[in-house]
């Protein structure tokens, strides 16, 4: 770091708050943090980067809600893998005018949500600059099961899942989003998955990202799409349709698997949060949508504007 009095005094202060965990024998304080592992499954890294005036802005969020998200989504890619998050790292840059009240409030909000998730601040760097306040946030976890579970596994048949409600997120939601890292977890204990994804930047798009890595198509059912409260309630139809597949930032879990286990989970889900059947997977490798009427159209990206006939 650079070496201000406030920014040591900062990193003091970090250091006192910082969430502990039995797998790091030595954190904050030292040249580098000292992080066991339960086994020896290998390590889940990740790391996401939020930029003032880029991803938020500060005269419409709390710096709580920058910290908080800026792990958030980091904890959202380990969910999608059904890894155990254990350990964050954390880069952060302060606008030198606004120094270290800002950077505390900011890792307030990030501790908080890794108090949540057990996660322990194993270390970072602080800086100032002239700059607006940037925030890097890598996090660290391991597998659990039969490993990680990967975008690439889909298989023609499966059906196709997805946690919660899709839509409106960017109105607010984003910036307190609660990552699916119980959800991964359970569900990967309890099912065969076979490939998952997070949804990031829109249903439509993340759908085609798992299609494209498991060399697969995908229809989905347009009725069958869980809209988010969040979406105006007025809008029709097509125009509710069309945010919760393109609005993207719902950091909701999408996932595969096969009927005789997608059965079992409609049956009996191990988790709080709904689960819906959206869809399943098909040979073509084509994206589609299945229209309430039986039309099955490609599936539209997120700018699309079709008029659907229901
Ligand atoms: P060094 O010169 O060894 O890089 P620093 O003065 O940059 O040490 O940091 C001192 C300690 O504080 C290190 O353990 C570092 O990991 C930790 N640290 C610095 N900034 C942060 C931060 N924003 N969050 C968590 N830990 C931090
Ligand atoms: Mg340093």
Known sequence: MSGSADEFSLIDAIRRRATRNPLVPLGIGDDTAHLYTHGHSGVLVTLDVLMEGVHFDLSLTLPQAVGRKALAVNLSDLAAMAGLPTAAV??????????????EAVMEGLLSL???????LIGGDTNSWEGPLVISVTVLGEPTGSGPVTRSGAQVGDWMFVTGALGGSLSG????????????????????LHAMIDL????ASDVRHMARESHVGVVLDAGAIPIHADVDASLPPDGRLRHALGDGEDFELLFTLSPEDGRRLLNNSPSNIPITRIGEVTADEECRLRLSSGEVIALPSG????????
């Open 90 to 103: 954390v880069g952060l840059v302060l606008p030198r005018d606004r120094g270290a009240a800002l950077g």
């Open 173 to 192: 939601r984003h910036l307190a989003v609660t990552p699916r890292v119980t959800e991964g977890l359970l569900l990967h204990q309890t099912f065969d």
């Open 200 to 203: 990031s930047d829109g249903l």
């Open 303 to 310: 700018g699309w504007r079709h008029q659907f006939n229901d």
């Open 114 to 120: 890794a108090d949540e998730f057990g996660v322990a």
